[in-house]
């Protein structure tokens, strides 16, 4: 089992190495990849029953990607756990890629479904779970959702038919950041009260900091929660996560960083 200063160094280099991708190839959704970023390391270096060498096999864990703007984050990920070589990422978000800035099931090892359209990515792991229970698979299906992406109907439909189903081998993680598209997600549609919602759902429900270490450790390998009923961890995150000009600012929804921003990002996290 890895240290809490494994994940830690670990997640200070893939958060370089997003913001490296990110000035490389102009693109934006840097905020929505930072804030994921600890949840990712816990889960691939930590939970997930996964394999770059046999990358297909039946009993995997699944895991999807449904905010999947922010991409990069998922890709830095794969690359380091050597699912696919780290000289793709040079390309990412440029013409002609197989990175593109939402995932394209097809092209590379541990990318389990497309997404980009948000509010798909739950569904599609009900029914992963789903055909798991039905084949007698030992597998597990964890669904990273943003917060934003819970306005969507299509979210709380797929929550209901997985509590109906019985679906203890779903998990669900909400990346709580307190943001969406076009500003703060208590102005836009506010989801509180967010855990009781999950819990009248039907849902068993861990809150915890999304970039403490040691509780996403504790919440995610204590899944199921509870047997018989999916789980969801609502991860309350702080978007752009690491850099202090990037934290908690709309407006990194969108933004390219300059070559001075881009100097200043990677000097403050050679300082932590």
């Not at 190839?25 to 929505?32: K, L, M, T």
């Not at 541990?110 to 229970?133: F, P, Q, V, Y």
């Not at 915890?208 to 309350?236: D, E």
Request: contains cysteine; glycine residues 8%.
């Amino acid at each position: 089992m890895k240290n809490l200063t494994f994940f830690q160094k670990k997640a200070k280099e893939l958060r370089k190495e997003i913001l490296t991708m990110a000035f490389k190839s102009q693109r934006h959704h840097i905020s929505s990849s930072l804030s994921i970023i600890d949840v990712l390391v816990v889960l691939y270096w930590g939970v997930l029953k996964i394999s770059p060498q046999d990358h297909w096999n039946l009993k995997r864990d699944r895991f999807i990607l449904s905010k999947g703007h922010a991409a990069s984050a998922l890709y830095a990920v794969l690359a380091d756990r050597g699912f696919f070589p780290k000289k793709y990422l040079e390309s990412y978000g440029k013409e002609g890629t197989i990175l593109g800035i939402h995932p394209d099931y097809g092209y590379l090892a541990g990318i389990e479904l497309s997404t980009g359209s948000l509010g798909h990515g739950l569904s599609a792991g009900c029914g992963m779970a789903l055909a798991a229970k039905l084949d007698s698979l030992n597998s597990r299906v964890f669904v990273l959702l943003s917060d934003g992406e819970c306005d969507i109907g299509t979210v709380w439909e797929a929550v209901l038919f997985a509590n109906q189903q019985k679906l203890d081998n779903l998990v669900a993680v909400v990346d709580y950041n307190k943001f969406q598209a076009f500003g703060k997600v208590k102005d836009v549609i506010d989801l509180e009260p967010f855990v009781k919602k999950w819990k009248a759902f039907g849902w068993e429900v861990r809150e915890v900091n999304g970039h403490n270490f040691k509780q996403l450790l504790q919440a995610t390998k204590s899944v199921p929660l509870k047997k018989g009923k999916p789980t969801v961890i609502i991860a309350h995150t702080v978007a752009g996560k690491g850099v202090s000009f990037l934290e908690n600012k709309l407006e990194w929804h969108y933004l390219n960083l300059t070559k001075e921003q881009y100097k200043r990002a990677i000097s403050e996290l050679d300082n932590l």
